[in-house]
């Protein structure tokens, strides 16, 4: 005979899984810490000149400002465009939100009467291909979060950013993308804790009137 403790702790187990299930979605970015530190950085195909690029490990947790672990990706330290790209297992139609970590270990102004041609220091991060966040700028600047959001096609979607500094380094750090579409659909925690308070009462009054 099945006790009444049995029958509420499968509705508590019911429940629990609903309130797993309401966790932020986020599709799994390969070594989006970069904390993985091979040279060739690892999860991440590289795309365009990568002689200069590298993962790093700050001085200490001051230099570059917070980030997540260890290490850092950094990009630079030539005239030319190089950059990462990583295939993700997205779904047709669902947006998703992407946030990353960048810091800028300053350079040169950009124009001066003795430059020619000017210097560059520009970030870009892609889509498939289109471009969804640039970004321009020569002043050393400490760790800050950037993000944009893009529409998925056909899975897989190939996320990419795109790097060049003149003169010294883009450092890169803490990469995720999570579903928003799917998040969105998720009931509310507050809902679902009215749901446990009335699965709770419904076994409650079975019990009583068995
Ligand atoms: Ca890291």
Do not use: C
């Not at 986020?26 to 000149?49: H, M």
């Not at 893009?150 to 795109?162: E, N, Q, Y």
């Amino acid at each position: 005979m099945t006790s009444v403790f049995q029958k509420l702790m499968v509705q508590v187990g019911t429940v629990a899984v609903l309130v797993l299930g309401s966790v932020a979605h986020a599709l799994p970015v390969v070594n989006g810490g970069f904390e993985d530190s091979s040279t060739d950085i690892t999860g991440w195909s590289l795309v365009g000149p990568q002689d200069l690029n590298f993962v790093y490990q700050p001085f200490d947790s001051s230099e570059l400002g917070p980030h997540g672990g260890d290490n850092v990706a950094l990009f630079g330290s030539t005239p030319d465009t190089s950059g990462i790209e990583q295939s993700l297992a997205t779904t047709d139609g669902h947006t998703y939100l992407v946030e990353f970590l960048l810091a800028n270990l300053g350079g040169g102004a950009p124009s001066t009467d003795s430059q020619d041609p000017p210097l560059v220091y520009s970030v870009s991060a892609k889509v498939d291909g289109h471009e969804l966040f640039h970004f321009e700028d020569f002043h050393a600047k400490d760790f800050t979060t950037y993000s944009f959001e893009f529409v998925a096609g056909a899975s897989p979607s190939m996320l990419g950013f795109d790097f060049r500094h003149d003169t010294t380094w883009w450092a890169l750090d803490d990469v995720t993308v999570t579903d928003v579409t799917r998040n969105s659909q998720i009931p509310e925690p507050g809902t679902l804790f009215l749901a446990a308070i009335a699965l709770t009462g419904l076994g409650l009054r079975r019990y009583k009137t068995s």
